[in-house]
Antibody, heavy 122, light 112 residues
Framework: EVQLLESGGGLVQPGGSLRLSCAAS????????MNWVRQAPGRGLEWVSG????????FYADSVKGRFTISRDNSKKALFVEMNSLRAEDTAVYFC???????????????WGQGTTVTVSS | DNVMTQSPLSLPVTPGEPASISCRSS???????????LDWYVQKPGQSPQLLIY???NRASGVPDRFSGSGSGTDFTLKISRVEAEDVGVYYC?????????FGQGTRLEIK
């Protein structure tokens, strides 16, 4: 079964750091670009970051650029996002999503994880 | 940024009736390959988002043919020919063409 499972969320103080993981199963992970998408409480969806299948190309939303780093370990079929200098406005459910148009394009997010909750508060 | 604007934001529909959601982008979504890069997602209550339509008009696997997408350039539409109770949720358009990728605000479809 094709599946994505996020982990690593939790409560962190402003200015703190957190590393989210997304474990993939049931498909050839390295053949797919991946995205992180978040949803603040009661709000809509916000794209956060994307990475190509090889990991060579990464993209970020302006709101997280310089603070978040996306990466992947294709040998372990895992996606990560390292989040530093966290702010209250980063509080959200974070979803990882598979992009199934290929390894270098970013439309068609056809598999989503269940999400992991990040709360930034003192 | 390419701003995505959806309307309406709330859509009460009687079962069996049609529904339509508009999505407008502030910049063209035409890729150099000639395709329009516009996807639709739905988030049903308590669930993760799921892909509905990609590249304007291609239904994702398992999506009923009562869902259809159309449009080009900056103007796009999602139509449901006959709404069913299971269609309740928030519908989002998204442009995966220009960084940062952007979503519309979401349209909440509810059953009357």
């Amino acid at each position: 079964e094709v599946q994505l499972l996020e982990s690593g969320g939790g409560l962190v103080q402003p200015g703190g750091s957190l590393r989210l993981s997304c474990a993939a199963s049931g498909f050839s992970f390295n053949n797919y670009a991946m995205n992180w998408v978040r949803q603040a409480p009661g709000r809509g969806l916000e794209w956060v970051s994307g990475i190509s299948g090889s990991g060579a190309t990464t993209f970020y939303a302006d709101s997280v650029k310089g603070r978040f780093t996306i990466s992947r370990d294709n040998s372990k079929k895992a996606l990560f996002v390292e989040m530093n200098s966290l702010r209250a406005e980063d509080t959200a459910v974070y979803f990882c999503a598979r992009v199934s148009c290929g390894s270098e394009c970013y439309y068609k997010m056809d598999v989503w994880g269940q999400g992991t909750t990040v709360t930034v508060s003192s | 940024d390419n701003v995505m604007t959806q309307s309406p934001l709330s859509l009460p529909v009687t079962p069996g009736e049609p529904a339509s959601i508009s999505c407008r982008s502030s910049q063209s979504l035409v890729h150099s390959n000639g395709r329009n890069y516009l996807d639709w997602y739905v988030q049903k209550p308590g669930q993760s988002p799921q892909l509905l339509i990609y590249l304007v008009s291609n239904r994702a696997s398992g999506v009923p043919d009562r869902f259809s997408g159309s449009g080009s350039g900056t103007d796009f539409t999602l139509k449901i020919s006959r709404v069913e109770a299971e269609d309740v949720g928030v519908y989002y358009c998204m442009q995966p063409l220009q960084i940062p990728f952007t979503f519309g605000q979401g349209t909440r479809l509810e059953i009357k």
